[in-house]
C-alpha cells in the first residue's frame, strides 16, 4: 500500500513539473559538432527523461543477461527445495500416523533434495522411522548424533530420555533430564525427571531452586509452586530437625506459612518450637491448622506439649480441641484418648460412641474396647468390640500409589513423585459395616430339575417302577423346605453357635432396633 502511494506521488509530481514547464515558454539552443539544436523546453524535458529511462532499460537487460546463469540455478534449487520439503512433510505426517515404510521412503527422498545440515529435522524423521522399524539402537545413535549440534540438542536428548524410560533405566533417563534441565529449565519433562532424581537423593535445596525456576518460567502456577514448596521445606525440616534446629524451624515455619492446612508442615514446625520451649507459638501453629483440619497427629502432639503436664491437664487441652473443631470424630477422639489416660471412663465411653456415630471406623472401636477393657474388664463385650472392629472400615492413612504408612513421606516410595502422600482411608473393604447382632441363616433349596419339552414329553413313556420312587423323593424334597422355611425362629436358633461363658450375648437395645433380616458383606 505504502509502494502504491509512493508511486502514486512520483507521478503527481512529474505531472505537475511538466505542467510547469507546459505554462513557461522558453527555448535550448545545444551546439554540437558545428550544428545548432533549437528547442523548446518541453520538448527538452521529454526528452532527457526518454533518453534516463532508455538508459535504465539497456541497464536492466545487460543485467539480467549477466546475471541469467545464477537466476537460473536458483530456480532449480528453490524447485529442489520446495520438493525435499513436500517430501520432509509427507514423512512426518507418515511417522506421525505410524506408517513406518512411508515413513522411511520420504526419509531417503528428502535426504536427496535437501541436505541433513540445512535441515535438521531430517534427522528427526531418521529417527523416527527407525523407531516405527524397531530399530531401537539406530534410534539411539542417532539421537546421540543429535547431542553434537547446539540446535538438535534438546531433540537429542528428548530422544534419549525416551528411550531410557523404555528401557526402564530411571538413571539413564534421569541424567539426559538432567542436561536438558541445565540447558533449558523451561522444559517440563526435563524440569519434573530432575526434581524427582533430587528430591530422591535429598537434595532439598536443589529442589527448591528447581521449583522456583518453573515458577518463575511459568510451566506450574502460583498455587501449585507454593505447596511443592511447602513439601520440600516440610522434608527439609524433617531432615533437620536433630542435626540443625534452627534451619530446621525457619524451614518449617516457612512451609507452615505456605500451606496452614498441611498437617506435616504444621506437626514439624510445632515439634521444633516445643523443643526449644517455644510452646505458645508452638500451640498456635497446631490451633490454626486444627482448624484448617483435625488430624491425629496433630492431637497427639498438642496434648503432650508439656511433658511434665498431669493426664488431666492433657485432657483439657484435648477439649480445647473439641471446641474449635466441635462435631468432629477425629475432636471425640482426642479427647476419648486423653480420658482413657486419665481414667475418666464416662467421659472416654461417650466421646468414643460420639466418634462412631459421626464416623464408624475401626480405630474408635478399637478404642471403645480398650476402655471397656479398663473399665469392666468384660472380655465377652471386648471381643464383640474387637469383632466389630475387624469388619469396620480402616482409619485414614497416609497413602501413595498402594503403600501405607502410619507416617508422612514428600516423595512416593514406588514412583518418585513428588507429594504422592495423601491422608485417605485405604481401599482394601468394599463396604461400610451393617451392624447384626445375629446373622440369619437362609436355607440352601436344591434347583429344581430342567423341564422337559412339550415335544420331547410325548416321546416318554412312564415306567411303573421308577414312579413311585420319585414321587417319595419329590414329596420328602417338599417336606424339607416346609421345614425350613417354615419356622424362621428355629431355624435362627438351630444356627446360632454356642456361646462362651463369658460372652454376654446380644445387648437388649441392640436386640430391639434389629432387623428381622439382616445380611453381612464380609
Same mark, same amino acid.
Given at each position: 500500500?505504502?509502494?502504491?502511494?509512493?508511486?502514486?506521488?512520483?507521478?503527481?509530481?512529474?505531472?505537475?513539473?511538466?505542467?510547469?514547464?507546459?505554462?513557461?515558454?522558453?527555448?535550448?539552443?545545444?551546439?554540437?559538432? %558545428? &550544428? *545548432?539544436?533549437?528547442? #523548446?523546453? +518541453?520538448? !527538452? /524535458?521529454? =526528452?532527457?527523461? $526518454?533518453?534516463? @529511462?532508455?538508459?535504465?532499460?539497456?541497464?536492466?537487460?545487460?543485467?539480467?543477461?549477466?546475471?541469467?546463469?545464477?537466476?537460473?540455478?536458483?530456480?532449480?534449487?528453490?524447485?529442489?527445495?520446495?520438493? %525435499? &520439503? *513436500?517430501?520432509?512433510? #509427507?514423512? +512426518?505426517? !507418515? /511417522?506421525? =500416523?505410524?506408517? $513406518?515404510?512411508? @515413513?522411511?521412503?520420504?526419509?531417503?527422498?528428502?535426504?536427496?533434495?535437501?541436505?541433513?545440515?540445512?535441515?535438521?529435522?531430517?534427522?528427526?524423521?531418521?529417527?523416527?522411522?527407525?523407531?516405527?522399524? %524397531?530399530?531401537?539402537?539406530?534410534?539411539?545413535?542417532?539421537?546421540?548424533?543429535?547431542?553434537?549440534?547446539?540446535?538438535?540438542?534438546?531433540?537429542?536428548?528428548?530422544?534419549?530420555?525416551?528411550?531410557?524410560?523404555?528401557?526402564?533405566?530411571?538413571?539413564?533417563?534421569?541424567?539426559?533430564?538432567?542436561?536438558?534441565?541445565?540447558?533449558?529449565?523451561?522444559?517440563?519433562?526435563?524440569?519434573?525427571?530432575?526434581?524427582?532424581?533430587?528430591?530422591?537423593?535429598?537434595?532439598?535445596?536443589?529442589?527448591?531452586?528447581?521449583?522456583?525456576?518453573?515458577?518463575?518460567?511459568?510451566?506450574?502456577?502460583?498455587?501449585?509452586?507454593?505447596?511443592?514448596?511447602?513439601?520440600?521445606?516440610?522434608?527439609?525440616?524433617?531432615?533437620?530437625?536433630?542435626?540443625?534446629?534452627?534451619?530446621?524451624?525457619?524451614?518449617?515455619?516457612?512451609?507452615?506459612?505456605?500451606?496452614?492446612?498441611?498437617?506435616?508442615?504444621?506437626?514439624?514446625?510445632?515439634?521444633?518450637?516445643?523443643?526449644?520451649?517455644?510452646?505458645?507459638?508452638?500451640?498456635?501453629?497446631?490451633?490454626?491448622?486444627?482448624?484448617?483440619?483435625?488430624?491425629?497427629?496433630?492431637?497427639?502432639?498438642?496434648?503432650?506439649?508439656?511433658?511434665?503436664?498431669?493426664?488431666?491437664?492433657?485432657?483439657?487441652?484435648?477439649?480445647?480441641?473439641?471446641?474449635?473443631?466441635?462435631?468432629?470424630?477425629?475432636?471425640?477422639?482426642?479427647?476419648?484418648?486423653?480420658?482413657?489416660?486419665?481414667?475418666?471412663?464416662?467421659?472416654?465411653?461417650?466421646?468414643?460412641?460420639?466418634?462412631?456415630?459421626?464416623?464408624?471406623?475401626?480405630?474408635?472401636?478399637?478404642?471403645?474396647?480398650?476402655?471397656?477393657?479398663?473399665?469392666?474388664?468384660?472380655?465377652?463385650?471386648?471381643?464383640?468390640?474387637?469383632?466389630?472392629?475387624?469388619?469396620?472400615?480402616?482409619?485414614?492413612?497416609?497413602?501413595?500409589?498402594?503403600?501405607?504408612?502410619?507416617?508422612?513421606?514428600?516423595?512416593?516410595?514406588?514412583?518418585?513423585?513428588?507429594?504422592?502422600?495423601?491422608?485417605?482411608?485405604?481401599?482394601?473393604?468394599?463396604?461400610?459395616?451393617?451392624?447384626?447382632?445375629?446373622?440369619?441363616?437362609?436355607?440352601?433349596?436344591?434347583?429344581?430339575?430342567?423341564?422337559?419339552?412339550?415335544?420331547?414329553?410325548?416321546?416318554?413313556?412312564?415306567?411303573?417302577?421308577?414312579?413311585?420312587?420319585?414321587?417319595?423323593?419329590?414329596?420328602?424334597?417338599?417336606?424339607?423346605?416346609?421345614?425350613?422355611?417354615?419356622?424362621?425362629?428355629?431355624?435362627?436358633?438351630?444356627?446360632?453357635?454356642?456361646?462362651?461363658?463369658?460372652?454376654?450375648?446380644?445387648?437388649?437395645?441392640?436386640?430391639?432396633?434389629?432387623?428381622?433380616?439382616?445380611?453381612?458383606?464380609?
Amino acid at each position: 500500500m505504502i509502494r502504491i502511494l509512493v508511486f502514486l506521488a512520483v507521478v503527481f509530481a512529474l505531472g505537475l513539473g511538466f505542467a510547469w514547464l507546459a505554462d513557461r515558454p522558453g527555448e535550448m539552443i545545444v551546439t554540437f559538432n %558545428g &550544428y *545548432q539544436y533549437q528547442v #523548446t523546453l +518541453m520538448v !527538452a /524535458a521529454v =526528452a532527457i527523461v $526518454g533518453v534516463v @529511462a532508455a538508459v535504465m532499460i539497456v541497464w536492466w537487460l545487460i543485467k539480467s543477461l549477466w546475471n541469467s546463469p545464477y537466476t537460473i540455478s536458483r530456480y532449480f534449487r528453490v524447485r529442489r527445495r520446495d520438493r %525435499g &520439503y *513436500q517430501a520432509l512433510s #509427507t514423512g +512426518m505426517i !507418515a /511417522a506421525g =500416523a505410524g506408517d $513406518g515404510a512411508l @515413513a522411511r521412503k520420504k526419509t531417503k527422498e528428502a535426504a536427496k533434495l535437501i541436505r541433513s545440515d540445512q535441515e535438521p529435522l531430517i534427522n528427526l524423521l531418521d529417527a523416527q522411522a527407525s523407531l516405527l522399524e %524397531g530399530d531401537h539402537e539406530g534410534a539411539r545413535e542417532k539421537f546421540e548424533r543429535m547431542i553434537d549440534d547446539p540446535e538438535m540438542r534438546l531433540l537429542g536428548l528428548r530422544g534419549l530420555y525416551l528411550e531410557a524410560e523404555r528401557l526402564g533405566d530411571r538413571n539413564a533417563a534421569r541424567h539426559y533430564a538432567g542436561r536438558a534441565a541445565a540447558v533449558a529449565p523451561q522444559l517440563a519433562w526435563a524440569a519434573e525427571s530432575t526434581l524427582e532424581e533430587l528430591t530422591e537423593r535429598g537434595d532439598w535445596d536443589g529442589a527448591l531452586k528447581l521449583v522456583e525456576a518453573q515458577k518463575s518460567t511459568r510451566q506450574i502456577e502460583r498455587d501449585a509452586a507454593n505447596r511443592r514448596r511447602a513439601v520440600l521445606l516440610t522434608a527439609k525440616a524433617q531432615a533437620l530437625a536433630d542435626s540443625d534446629p534452627n534451619a530446621a524451624r525457619t524451614a518449617a515455619l516457612e512451609a507452615n506459612k505456605l500451606a496452614p492446612d498441611f498437617a506435616p508442615a504444621a506437626v514439624i514446625a510445632a515439634n521444633v518450637l516445643f523443643r526449644q520451649n517455644d510452646v505458645r507459638k508452638g500451640s498456635k501453629v497446631l490451633e490454626t491448622a486444627w482448624r484448617a483440619e483435625p488430624h491425629p497427629d496433630i492431637a497427639e502432639l498438642y496434648t503432650h506439649a508439656r511433658p511434665g503436664d498431669a493426664v488431666l491437664d492433657r485432657l483439657n487441652r484435648a477439649k480445647k480441641l473439641q471446641e474449635m473443631k466441635k462435631n468432629h470424630a477425629e475432636s471425640s477422639m482426642a479427647v476419648a484418648r486423653a480420658a482413657l489416660d486419665a481414667q475418666d471412663f464416662s467421659t472416654a465411653r461417650r466421646e468414643a460412641e460420639a466418634a462412631i456415630r459421626m464416623d464408624r471406623r475401626e480405630g474408635a472401636y478399637l478404642l471403645l474396647a480398650d476402655i471397656e477393657e479398663a473399665e469392666t474388664g468384660d472380655q465377652g463385650k471386648v471381643r464383640q468390640l474387637l469383632s466389630k472392629a475387624v469388619r469396620a472400615p480402616r482409619d485414614p492413612a497416609w497413602v501413595a500409589d498402594g503403600v501405607v504408612s502410619e507416617r508422612w513421606a514428600p516423595v512416593s516410595p514406588v514412583t518418585g513423585k513428588l507429594d504422592a502422600f495423601t491422608w485417605r482411608a485405604p481401599m482394601e473393604r468394599l463396604g461400610q459395616l451393617i451392624e447384626s447382632e445375629t446373622d440369619v441363616a437362609l436355607p440352601a433349596i436344591s434347583a429344581a430339575p430342567p423341564a422337559v419339552p412339550a415335544e420331547k414329553a410325548i416321546d416318554i413313556v412312564p415306567d411303573a417302577s421308577a414312579t413311585k420312587p420319585a414321587a417319595e423323593a419329590s414329596n420328602g424334597m417338599e417336606e424339607e423346605i416346609a421345614a425350613a422355611l417354615g419356622d424362621g425362629a428355629a431355624a435362627e436358633q438351630a444356627s446360632e453357635p454356642p456361646r462362651l461363658p463369658d460372652d454376654p450375648g446380644v445387648a437388649p437395645e441392640d436386640q430391639a432396633e434389629k432387623s428381622p433380616r439382616r445380611f453381612r458383606l464380609f
